[in-house]
C-alpha cells in the first residue's frame, strides 16, 4: 500500500503572506487541523491549528478580542510556519509514512514530488487505514 492511495489530493493550502487569521478560517471551513504553505506548487513549509494557538495571545491574559483579532489579521503565516517539514512521495510506503509520524510527532506529512505540493497524508489518514484493515479482521467472541 502506497500514501497515494489514502491521501488527500490537492489540499487546501495557504501562502506565507497570508495572516493567522486567514488560515484560522480556513481550519474552520474545511474542518482540517493542518495547512501546507507555498510559493505557487512548491511546498516551503507547514503550519497547523496549534501552530497558531501557541503564536495567539491569551484571552484569559487580560488581552481583550480586539487586541487579538488585530495579532491574528497582522501576523503572517511565514512567521508561525515550521520550515522544511517531513515529507513523504506518493510512492512512500503506507507503513513507512504512518512510522514518520509516529517518530516525528507530526500530525500531517505533505506529499511532494520534487518541491511541488501534490497532496497530503494526516494522522487520521493513517487511522482510517487501520479501521479499514481491522474491520476485515474475525471479531472474537
Given at each position: 500500500?502506497r500514501?497515494?492511495?489514502?491521501?488527500?489530493?490537492?489540499?487546501?493550502s495557504?501562502?506565507?503572506?497570508?495572516?493567522?487569521?486567514?488560515?484560522?478560517?480556513?481550519?474552520?471551513?474545511?474542518?482540517?487541523?493542518?495547512?501546507?504553505?507555498?510559493?505557487?506548487?512548491?511546498?516551503v513549509?507547514?503550519?497547523?491549528?496549534?501552530?497558531?494557538?501557541?503564536?495567539?495571545?491569551?484571552?484569559?491574559s487580560?488581552?481583550?478580542?480586539?487586541?487579538?483579532?488585530e495579532?491574528?489579521?497582522?501576523?503572517?503565516?511565514?512567521?508561525v510556519?515550521?520550515?522544511?517539514?517531513?515529507?513523504?512521495?506518493?510512492?512512500?510506503?503506507?507503513?513507512?509514512?504512518?512510522?514518520?509520524?509516529?517518530?516525528k510527532?507530526?500530525?500531517?506529512?505533505?506529499?511532494?514530488n520534487?518541491?511541488?505540493?501534490?497532496?497530503?497524508?494526516?494522522d487520521s489518514?493513517g487511522?482510517?487505514v487501520?479501521?479499514?484493515?481491522?474491520?476485515?479482521?474475525?471479531?472474537?467472541?
Amino acid at each position: 500500500m502506497r500514501v497515494a492511495d489514502y491521501m488527500t489530493s490537492e489540499p487546501v493550502s495557504v501562502t506565507e503572506d497570508m495572516t493567522m487569521k486567514d488560515a484560522v478560517e480556513l481550519l474552520r471551513q474545511h474542518r482540517i487541523r493542518h495547512l501546507p504553505v507555498v510559493q505557487g506548487r512548491v511546498l516551503v513549509g507547514i503550519v497547523s491549528d496549534r501552530d497558531i494557538r501557541k503564536a495567539s495571545p491569551s484571552l484569559l491574559s487580560g488581552v481583550d478580542m480586539s487586541e487579538y483579532e488585530e495579532v491574528l489579521g497582522n501576523t503572517p503565516i511565514s512567521r508561525v510556519m515550521t520550515r522544511e517539514p517531513f515529507t513523504v512521495t506518493a510512492d512512500t510506503e503506507l507503513r513507512d509514512a504512518v512510522q514518520l509520524i509516529l517518530d516525528k510527532r507530526v500530525g500531517a506529512l505533505p506529499v511532494v514530488n520534487g518541491k511541488e505540493l501534490i497532496g497530503i497524508f494526516t494522522d487520521s489518514h493513517g487511522l482510517s487505514v487501520l479501521v479499514k484493515m481491522l474491520s476485515h479482521v474475525p471479531q472474537q467472541t
